[in-house]
């Protein structure tokens, strides 16, 4: 009876586990190999090509428009990355001291950015900065001296898609710290004022230590959304100026529907993903160390 109720229970798992697995299967798996293969081949975008090996990898290490891609791409990840948390847990923090439907409100107005189309997003940030009539030129021109056309300035123009981007995503990141905070009991506050624990004490011995494990999720998946962007860049620049902002990601769009090159964007495809993989595990593994300590 008891070898029935496990196969039983067996059975009932698998069925529960198939629709994941034929999923990961056909959404994930074949298309990963299918690129992988495609990677070895000089095939256009669509049908077969002949194989080539490994000259296409060998072709990525003297390609300056995929070099400048690579640098461009990690570039955006230090100027968003680490911005983009801190500032979700100091916003965060302070949404947790409200209360009620101040709190609420709050807390919509920054996650509402987020649930905006990219194409509402980059249209509010044109006109905010705009040459002639933006409201943003007005802290500019006192500071750099002149106006500036933020994003057809080759110095300004990745900094500027930073921001945007920032501004677009932080609702997400400050809706996982609220959840976080939340979750840390008062009574640990309430004991470390009894003890005559500062602010920063109090953060640095209670706050900080139990909201790392939402801060190393924040972190982790912040690093894979910034590698893969591409929205941003292409409807504000294009690209541009002078190739300072292009990306990996709109590097393999070009080679593979404007220049009907399938097997080396594939190249270029497979790159990127192990470059995801490799520093994702390389994150979570010191993130772990930290966490553990």
């Known amino acids: 009876m008891a070898v029935n109720n496990k196969r039983s229970q067996y059975w009932a798992a698998a ?8 999923a990961q299967i056909v959404l994930f798996l074949y298309p990963t ?82 649930v905006l189309p990219i194409t509402v997003v980059t249209t509010i940030w044109e006109w905010v900065l705009d040459l002639q009539f933006g409201i943003a030129q007005y802290l500019i021109e006192p500071i750099v001296g002149e106006r500036v056309s933020v994003f057809r300035t080759r110095a300004w ?15 997400f990141t400050v809706l996982l710290f609220v959840a976080g905070l939340r979750n840390i009991s008062p ?14 004490e109090q953060f640095r011995y209670i706050t900080w230590p139990l909201i790392w494990p939402v801060t190393a999720l924040v972190l982790t998946i912040q690093l894979i959304a910034q590698l893969k962007i591409f929205d941003q860049v292409y409807i504000l620049t294009e690209g541009g100026p002078a190739n300072s902002t292009y990306v ?46």
Request: hydrophobic content about 55%.
């Open 248 to 293: 990996l990601v709109q590097y393999i769009f070009r080679q593979a529907f404007q220049l009907n090159k399938g097997g080396y964007a594939s190249t270029v495809a497979v790159f990127l993903f192990f470059i995801i993989v490799a520093l994702s595990v390389f994150q979570y593994q010191v993130l772990r160390t930290r966490d553990s300590r």
């Open 15 to 22: 069925v529960l586990v198939a629709p994941f697995v034929i």
């Open 33 to 114: 190999s299918q690129m992988v293969r495609l990677s070895f081949t000089d095939a256009p975008l669509i049908g077969e090509g002949s194989w080539v090996g490994l000259d296409n990898y060998a072709r990525l290490i003297g390609d300056r428009l995929f070099l400048r891609a690579t640098w461009n791409t990690f570039y955006f990840v230090l100027l968003t990355v680490v911005p983009t948390t801190l500032l979700g847990l100091m916003i965060g923090m302070m949404v947790t001291r409200l209360k009620g439907w101040l709190q609420a409100a709050v807390l919509a107005c920054f996650f509402l950015p987020f």
């Open 157 to 171: 123009a990745m900094p500027g898609v930073a921001i945007v981007t920032i501004w677009w995503t932080i609702g």
């Open 187 to 200: 009574d640990l506050y309430e004991a470390a004022s009894l003890d005559g624990a500062s602010a920063w």
